[in-house]
Structures are given as structure tokens and as C-alpha cells.
């Protein structure tokens, strides 16, 4: 059974810095590609950043380039992602998920529906 639990979420002003985590379990971790999306009450899903499997390249969605960072310890199944320079705007719950494949393919991994595992997400709350 696969799991992904996400950890690392809170509350923090406008400027500050969060580290989240996924832990991933049930599944050969370094055969997945892993990404982090995120949700806005009312909003769709938005990709957030993506990894390979090997743990490069890295793909983000144009509104968190320069701030976020995503990495991965495929030692301890496990995908991060740093956020730096928060802003009100990126607040939201954020999910980390699997891909099915090794590597993400471009045009289609931002596309939520492409991936097999979520976790249950964690949310994040950045304050003005």
C-alpha cells in the first residue's frame, strides 16, 4: 500500500521560510518522479514544483521560481521542498504526489490528474 505524508506545514509571516517534507512508503521511491502542488480554497490545483526520479532536472511553476526549491533523499524515500521569500498568495494546503514514471514529461506534468499517489496534504498559512 502506498503512502505519502506530508509534514512541515504552519503558520508564518510574509517573508519567512518553510521546509516541507513527504515521506513516501509502498513504492520503489527512486522509479517516481514526485512533485508538490498546492489548493486555494476556490481555486484548481496548481503544480507547484517536480523532481525526477534521479532527482534532476526540477521543474516549478512560474509563480514560486527563485523562492522555492525542491530536492529529494531517495536514501530516505523522502521529497522536500524549501520555501523561501513567502508571500499571502502562497497560502494554500499542499500536496505532494507520485508520478508514474522515472521522469516527468514535459507539457503534462503539471497536470494533476497525470499522477497516481497524493498524499493528504499539508496546509500552509502565510500571514501579511
Known amino acids: 500500500q502506498v503512502q505519502l505524508v506530508e509534514s512541515g506545514g504552519g503558520l508564518v509571516q510574509a517573508g519567512g521560510s518553510l521546509r516541507l517534507s513527504c515521506a513516501a512508503s509502498?513504492?520503489?521511491?527512486?522509479?517516481?518522479?514526485m512533485a508538490w502542488f498546492r489548493q486555494a480554497p476556490g481555486r484548481e490545483r496548481e503544480f507547484v514544483a517536480g523532481i525526477n526520479g534521479g532527482g534532476s532536472p526540477t521543474f516549478y511553476g512560474d509563480s514560486v521560481k527563485g523562492r522555492f526549491t525542491i530536492s529529494r533523499d531517495n536514501a530516505k524515500n523522502t521529497v522536500y521542498l524549501q520555501m523561501n521569500s513567502l508571500k499571502p498568495e502562497d497560502t494554500a494546503v499542499y500536496y505532494c504526489?507520485?508520478?508514474?514514471?522515472?521522469?516527468?514529461?514535459?507539457?503534462?506534468?503539471?497536470?494533476?490528474?497525470?499522477?497516481?499517489?497524493w498524499g493528504q496534504g499539508t496546509q500552509v498559512t502565510v500571514s501579511s
Open positions: 504526489a507520485a508520478y508514474p514514471r522515472s521522469r516527468l514529461i514535459d507539457y503534462y506534468y503539471s497536470d494533476y490528474k497525470e499522477y497516481s499517489y
Open positions: 509502498g513504492l520503489t521511491f527512486s522509479n517516481y518522479a
